[in-house]
């Protein structure tokens, strides 16, 4: 049976076709082996039937040699994948005339190679599942017929692009067969992993980019910078657009920090807390330059004294008898920083009103 798979392919063409049009499958002309009888006993079409689990009737013995053949064809088709050999036999046998010698030996022949097709799926099955369920995908027949190497280019070609496993089934298929077989078996594995690794460090780097990002919006609003700028920037150029641009006034601690901030972990640690901390003492140094001005105390000074000196400097100066000095005075006896800071921030304006009323 030399020509044996080119029979079989005519012949499975042709009983697709009367399958799908219900026409008679006509025979393929050739020559039936010599030897072929033409009439089998019912122990051999017994024994041919059980191969497919076709239950044998008196009707089924009586029938023509061809028919029961084709019966048999029928019955492997039912079974599917696990009969194919038999079915593409049997109708092989049925359209080349062969039909005693398929029921006598041939069926047993393809019976045969049918199991160790299954038997060699199975293992494949076994090798295999785990890189498929790995990668998302279902094992088919296709896929268990494939050879390894042309398994690890099905492997390649479902891995996301620019993945570990992607080049390394790429490597695989252009390696040796056992290490494709290793690829399948492991290397695959190694290979996902390193993209799982890749992907948890890219997603903590972008988290600790994030953080830095945010960290720059938040204090670029104390210098009112656009937010978009301030997240783009490195913190470096940060630092220095507050200094270099004049996005603080130069007599201020803000700008002060910034301008003498020249290592990474200055810039961070001005971005993280000094520049909130510097825009603080601003706000601070700014509430006593208005105080002391009210007495005309000079602005550097009254941003170098502390807030108790302070109002003991304004009460020195202001004009006996008025009213900011009895309220600087007031507020001096209570010794109460809150205190003092209410003087600043409000009493001294109120007196100062009220002497000039």
Known sequence: MADFRVRVFLASSLAVFAVATGAAVPAVATAAPAGASVVTSSEVRTKAAAVVGLTVTPELLRI?????????????????????????????AYNGGWTSLF??????????????????????????????????FELTTILLAYDDKNFVFALWERAASGSF????????????????????ARGIFVEHQRDVDAAKEAAEKEAAEKKLRDARVKAAAVVGMDPALAAQLTDEYFVQQI?????????????????????PEQWRAFIDTGIFEAAAKDKVDGIKVRAAA????????????????????????????????????????????????????????????ADRS
């Open 64 to 92: 023509e040699e061809r028919d029961f053949v084709y019966e048999i064809y029928r019955a492997a088709r039912l079974r599917g994948e696990i009969a194919r050999e038999v079915q593409f036999a049997a109708l092989d």
């Open 103 to 136: 029921l006598t030996t041939g069926i047993y022949e393809a019976h045969q190679r049918d199991l160790d097709r299954e038997a060699l799926y199975q293992a494949r099955r076994a090798e295999r599942q785990p890189s498929a369920t790995l990668l998302g």
């Open 165 to 184: 496993v992607k080049a390394g089934a790429g490597k695989a298929f252009a390696g040796t067969p056992a290490e494709q077989k290793d690829f399948i």
């Open 243 to 263: 200094w270099s641009r004049d996005l603080a006034p130069r007599d201020s601690e803000v700008w002060n920090r910034a301008f003498h901030s020249r290592t």
């Open 294 to 353: 009210v007495v005309g105390i000079d602005a550097g000074y009254a941003r170098y004294l502390q807030e108790g000196p302070l109002v003991r400097e304004i009460w020195t100066r202001s004009r006996p008898g008025s009213q900011v000095q009895a309220a600087a005075y007031r507020a001096l006896q209570s010794e109460s920083p809150a205190r003092w800071r209410v003087f600043l921030e409000t009493e001294i304006f109120v007196a100062e009103a």
